[in-house]
């Protein structure tokens, strides 16, 4: 309640009798200044109301939840709803009587629930409420007493979990699919040890690939990293480092993009030390890229994959899993391009991927309404 109240003054003739009464204002006085300074470091928003629905107090966190200040706020002189609930979020009119929170005066119930409310300077956001009635030493209905706090970070949160499940699902079931591709391939035709382990070393590849993107929470992953991650094996395994020359920028990948990204590079270096330039001991890989902008406002990523000092290449006369992988799932997913070159020189692999915008699906309409 407002802090007006001032001990009352008495005349000399009438000192006797107001001894007690002048320390009973006092202490009345102590009283409510203690209780203002208890709802005034509230986190949670109080507002009182009297039996017109009108506001006749709120404390300074409800001042902060709504834009009003308690004196803007008597200086209307109209029901609370009118300054605070007025208006749906679609923009039709919300009329009193339609208001949950109003309802628990006539009906004299508590109510409990969520509503939307409009601030002052005219954006919605969800509170949850708890309105309970306020009676009179005979019972009788004075007023209501609200409780409201902001639930837009837990409305936010409820919705990117679920909106996260359901990309979760969607990259699990990618990620199914992309096993059960390599299987398929792998293990055509008879039973053999080999095939097992270019299996075994395929799963690794996927593995260390969702691995870079565990470190950032699946959010996305270190160009950078995913390169290095998927030439690791043959990095770690060389003594002279020239064999691999890596140069480009860094920057963030989209899951889905480092995914299917690493899975080619694996692709490549496998095919490498099996028949190319890390088949030998002179031979060397040279992959480089940049990063180029689009007109849509995202980047393009063009690496190349070069090798040199290794066995003439001859053309094969079919393509494998990893072929197939490159120059077609790539350009399929990410609407980009993907040429492999058998010089005789050396395997030349040419890679034009636009980069899938950060963030999960729905993010932005989440961060959006935050932002608002």
Avoid at 39 to 45: D, I, P, R, T
Avoid at 119 to 148: L, Q
Avoid at 237 to 249: H, K, S, T
Avoid at 279 to 289: F, K
Wanted: glycine share 6%; charged share 25%; proline share 6%.
């Amino acid at each position: 309640m407002p802090n007006s109240r001032q001990p009352l003054q008495s005349t000399a003739e009438a000192s006797t009798p107001l001894v007690s009464l002048r320390r009973g204002a006092g202490q009345l006085f102590e009283t409510e200044r203690r209780l203002n300074a208890v709802l005034n470091n509230a986190s949670v928003s109080i507002f009182l109301m009297d039996d017109r629905q009108h506001c006749i107090y709120m404390n300074r966190a409800a001042e902060q939840l709504t834009g009003w200040t308690l004196e803007e706020v008597l200086a209307r002189d109209c029901p609370l709803h009118d300054i605070v609930h007025h208006t749906y979020p679609d923009g039709r009119p919300f009329p009193l009587h339609e208001c949950a929170i109003d309802r628990a005066f006539p009906e004299n119930n508590q109510e409990r629930g969520e509503e939307v409310f409009v601030h002052r300077d005219g954006h919605f956001y969800p509170v949850g409420f708890t309105a309970s009635p306020i009676r009179d030493d005979a019972a009788n209905i004075i007023g209501t007493i609200i409780e409201v706090r902001d639930i837009s970070e837990e409305k936010a949160a409820a919705e990117r979990q679920r909106l996260l499940i359901n990309e979760l699902n969607h990259r699990v079931k990618n990620t199914l699919a992309t096993v059960q591709s390599i299987a398929a391939q792998t293990f055509r035709g008879p039973p053999d040890p080999a095939a097992r382990g270019v299996f075994d070393a395929r799963m690794a590849a996927l593995s260390t690939a969702h691995n870079v993107l565990v470190e950032d929470n699946w959010e996305s992953a270190s160009l950078r990293s995913v390169i290095e991650r998927a030439l690791a094996p043959h990095l770690l395994a060389e003594v002279d480092l020239n064999r691999f020359q890596l140069q480009g920028p860094d920057a963030r990948l989209h899951p889905k993009v480092a995914v299917t990204l690493a899975m080619a590079l694996h692709e490549l270096m496998t095919n490498a030390a099996k028949y190319g330039a890390l088949a030998v001991p002179d031979g060397q890989v040279i992959l480089t890229w940049s990063l180029h902008d689009l007109d849509d406002g995202r980047q393009q990523l063009n690496l190349r994959w070069e090798e040199c000092g290794g066995p003439p290449v001859v053309t094969p006369t079919r393509k494998g899993f990893g072929s197939r992988l490159i120059e077609r799932q790539l350009p399929m997913e990410f609407d980009g391009s993907a040429e492999i070159t058998y010089a005789p020189a050396g395997v030349i692999c040419e890679l034009q991927i636009p980069l899938t915008t950060l963030g999960w699906v729905g993010q932005e309409s989440i961060e959006g309404r935050q932002a608002l």
